[in-house]
């Protein structure tokens, strides 16, 4: 058994593209004893997001959202609020791809039942774009998880469409836009029109067409309910950084190690000019082949 000093080494400074599967069940294991420790990690970031960004070779604060959002710890919330609340994108250098995918279900395992915070992360320009965008869909995660109730959620989005955002074209609008569709709430189907008219959406990313459709026969596009954090080992030993070399370059696996230096250069592509293909539907079929409409796969 790993002792708790081992466990945090571990996480902070993993080897190269490695998964410390071992740590993390470790510290699943020994959740009492260790989440103090994952408490004092979050707490000392938000304290100085800053200095934190600049520590990139510190994994910790990485996994310990993802731990601490499996523990249901809601003393994690306030400080994990304040720093992806942070501005001048810290958010992302500290979580990198979670802000992208992950945070709003790890913001909806920690709640600890006040949404203001949550409130102040969608409606605060100064905050990352994408952590806003989180920060909306926080609020379906919830729903689903029966944290809050739908007349809750349907009301806070009625306020965001009618004057609690900047009224100028956003990501954090296409979000806000398929949130209400994914609700579905038809109930804002005037307020969201109020919102096309304005130009606040961008056609290429919620067209208000297909998000209308979406609103007035939700049947047909049922949506699937967001989870929250579980099981961190799976949430996390798939992503491509903990992947070897090899396999994110597409390289068999059984290839004995190389050198990348005795490589031959790529051939030379002269380059094309581009055209912009046919605009895909959001409940198209997904271009990559998956079988899956463009909206939940690749869009």
Not at 25 to 31: L, T
Not at 237 to 259: L, S, V
Request: net charge negative.
């Amino acid at each position: 058994m790993m002792t708790i000093p081992e466990i945090i080494e571990a996480l902070n400074h993993p080897p190269p593209n490695t998964f410390p599967g071992e740590a993390l069940s470790e510290a699943v294991a020994q959740r009492e004893a260790i989440t103090p420790e994952l408490l004092r990690c979050l707490e000392s970031a938000a304290a100085d997001p800053a200095a934190a960004a600049e520590r990139l070779d510190e994994m910790l604060l990485f996994f310990a959202p993802y731990l601490l959002a499996q523990f249901r710890e809601t003393r994690a919330y306030a400080p994990l609020v304040r720093i992806v609340g942070s501005p001048d994108e810290i958010a992302s250098q500290l979580f990198e791809d979670t802000v992208y995918d992950g945070l709003d279900r790890i913001l909806a395992s920690v709640y600890d039942g006040n949404p203001a915070p949550l409130r102040y992360l969608v409606e605060n320009e100064s905050v990352d774009e994408f952590v806003r965008c989180s920060a909306i869909d926080s609020f379906l995660v919830l729903l689903d998880s029966g944290q809050m109730p739908r007349e809750t959620v349907v009301e806070y989005f009625r306020e965001l469409l009618r004057g609690k955002m900047e009224r100028f074209p956003s990501f954090v609008w296409d979000a806000l836009a398929i949130a209400v569709a994914k609700l579905p709430a038809p109930e804002l189907l005037p307020e969201l029109r109020q919102a096309n008219e304005e130009g606040l959406l961008d056609p290429e990313v919620s067209g208000f067409v297909e998000l209308e459709q979406e609103l007035l026969a939700p049947e047909a596009n049922p949506r699937e309910c967001r989870q929250l954090i579980t099981n961190v080992i799976e949430e996390l030993e798939d992503w491509d950084g903990f992947q070897p070399f090899a396999a994110w370059n597409g390289i068999p696996p059984e290839t004995p190690a190389f050198d990348d230096k005795f490589l031959p250069p790529p051939p030379y592509d002269p380059p094309q000019p581009y055209v912009r293909g046919p605009k895909i539907g959001r409940n198209d079929p997904c271009p990559c082949g998956s079988g899956k409409k463009y909206k939940k796969c690749c869009g």
